[in-house]
């Protein structure tokens, strides 16, 4: 243990301090021992925060390494931002694009003939999504595949709401989705196939639900209040595929209300150009539908008050799309187009006659901050360096790794790779070609107009610059490669660094361990000798009266045998 001068005073033992019968404080005396012992325990605490010290110091140096290499990383990458590309369009509004990285920057000419659509049906009007429509099913058939869904009450889809729920909530088993559409006319239910242009086309729709999702090339009344309501005389006049046909309603014909003028139609279809007609009743009521065998009914017109008008149940059909590339037509049956060209994915938004121009380009923004981003990283070592390693002249201590091996070593293989230097590639040999200079403190600087420069128009000599033909070989290969080494978790000179210090630090503590152990066995000692002087002063005055009574009669005896 460390000493200092201990003495009566530093004990508290002054003249006034005890006396006679008095004894003495020892937790005071005690105290005092333990404090000037405790002095010398400062060397090895001093030790010990130093060492701390250096080991949060070389884990900051350590974590700020890694920031650089995961920077250079970034350089380094060939599908990283030095190789990433930005996309413009002459007619956003009909098309725009996005670019894979690396693929070659240049100019395409575009006209897109068509857009892809996805088949849709849409169902007669219903009075609302939440009245019944009762049970049975709807049938169609996706790129020859059969489906079929079953309405009923044990799915609990007997409502255009609980229908379209049900629908969505299998619509991997049934090729669509469904929705209800809310309209002024009442409730629709919608059905799309998920699979968009031809591919995707749904056929053969049926129902017998009254929802009219079968009716293609057809013609629909309005609702009347029963399916043997009067319909008023007149004709129903219509051309089909060219041809001119009219339906004559009157007494004479026997066909004056839904059911018997839906009859009359089919008796005498071959005549009407081949309209076949039924009659739907739903919650609404009942209404007439014709439908054409032969192409789609047109030129309607009705004087029977029965308000006939065209009606065709998949109101979008679906086809694929149409672009011509540099004059190559290209079908797809998708408005979002890839493989086409390599790593460029069209988005078709309308189509147009006139050709758009989409260009590739080096994308200089993402470039530009990845190299920003990499100066920030080195600068953030490179002044981590200038603290650990500046001199105060006239202060008592310098910083913790003043003159640390390890630090010097990363600062030299630094400022070695900085300075890397290539011949030829188009005039970007280093740094400074980009406008990367080195400052007289080991930092970096950035001359943004340059840096842009180069990146504009000479993107491949940076790209090669900081990753060589094969990816690693340029400046970032070889920083990267180094940094690793340098910050290797195990055999880096950082960490067998931190490894010795570490050693050093347990060795310290545990000498402040045994510190402090023997000093606890010491301040028993002396509180068991000082409580022993302090009662021997407590029993001083009556030994001393002993004493004394002891010296009388021993007077007194020698006093008598004189006189005798």
Do not use: C, H
């Not at 889809?157 to 002024?184: E, H, K, P, Q, R």
């Not at 839904?258 to 739907?280: E, H, K, M, P, R």
């Not at 989409?358 to 600068?379: L, R």
């Not at 509180?527 to 007194?556: M, R």
């Amino acid at each position: 243990m460390g000493s200092s001068t201990i003495n009566a005073s530093s004990l508290g033992l002054t003249g006034t301090s005890f006396g006679l019968g008095q004894g003495i404080n020892v937790q005071s005396v005690v105290q005092a021992l333990t404090t000037a012992a405790q002095a010398g325990e400062s060397v090895y605490t001093n030790e010990q925060n130093l060492y701390n010290s250096q080991i949060s110091d070389l884990q900051s140096v350590s974590s700020l390494l890694s920031n650089l290499e995961l920077a250079t990383q970034t350089l380094q990458d060939p599908a990283g931002p030095l190789a990433a590309r930005t996309t413009s369009s002459s007619n956003p509004g009909v098309l725009t694009a996005t670019a894979s990285s690396g693929i070659s920057t240049g100019s395409y000419s575009v006209t897109v003939n068509s857009l892809a659509s996805t088949s849709t049906y849409i169902s007669l009007a219903q009075k609302d999504g939440t009245t019944s429509i009762g049970t049975g099913s709807i049938q169609y058939e996706i790129n020859g595949k059969q489906y079929e869904i079953d309405v009923n009450a044990a799915n609990n889809d007997t409502t255009l709401n609980s229908l379209a729920s049900y629908i969505n909530n299998n619509a991997a088993s049934f090729g669509v989705t469904a929705a209800v559409i809310n309209g002024a006319n009442g409730a629709t239910l919608t059905l799309t196939s998920q699979t968009s242009g031809t591919a995707g086309e749904i056929t053969n729709m049926t129902d017998n639900l009254g929802l009219g999702l079968g009716l293609q090339n057809s013609a629909i009344s309005s609702v009347q209040s029963s399916s043997t309501a009067t319909v008023g005389d007149g004709s129903i006049n219509y051309t089909i595929g060219g041809t001119n046909y009219e339906i004559d309603v009157n007494g004479d014909n026997g066909n004056e209300t839904l059911d018997t003028l839906a009859s009359y139609i089919n008796t005498n279809s071959a005549d009407l150009g081949g309209v076949s007609a039924n009659v739907v009743t739903d919650t609404q009521g009942s209404y007439l539908t014709l439908t054409s065998s032969s192409g789609a009914i047109t030129k309607l017109s009705d004087s029977t008050g029965l308000n006939m008008s065209s009606y065709n149940s998949e109101a979008v059909a679906g086809q694929d799309a149409s672009l011509t590339v540099n004059g190559v037509t290209v079908p797809q049956s998708s408005n979002t187009v890839t493989g086409v060209i390599p790593g460029l994915t069209f988005s078709l938004l309308g189509a147009s006659t006139s050709p758009v121009t989409i260009t590739v380009s080096q994308d200089v923004t993402q470039a530009t901050t990845a190299i920003n981003n990499f100066v920030s990283a080195y600068n953030a070592v490179a002044n981590a360096m200038n603290t650990e390693f500046t001199y105060t002249a006239g202060s008592s201590s310098q910083p913790p790794l003043f003159s640390d091996s390890s630090l010097e070593q990363v600062q030299s293989t630094l400022a070695t790779d900085i300075n890397y230097f290539i011949q030829g590639n188009n005039g970007i040999n280093g740094l400074a070609s980009l406008g990367i200079n080195l400052q007289q403190d080991g930092t970096l600087s950035v001359d943004s107009a340059t840096l842009t420069a180069a990146l504009t128009n000479n993107a491949a000599a940076v790209q090669n610059f900081f990753q060589g033909a094969d990816y690693v070989s340029g400046f970032g290969g070889q920083l990267y490669n180094d940094v690793n080494k340098l910050n290797d978790p195990t055999n880096g000179p950082l960490a067998l660094d931190l490894q010795g210090i570490d050693q050093e630090l347990q060795d310290v503590t545990k000498t402040i361990s045994d510190f402090n152990a023997n000093l606890l066995v010491q301040q028993q000692q002396w509180t068991a000798e000082y409580s022993q002087v302090s009662a021997t002063l407590e029993q001083l005055p009556s030994l001393l009266q002993q004493a004394g009574s002891q010296v009388a009669s021993t007077s007194s005896s020698t006093s008598s045998s004189s006189s005798g």
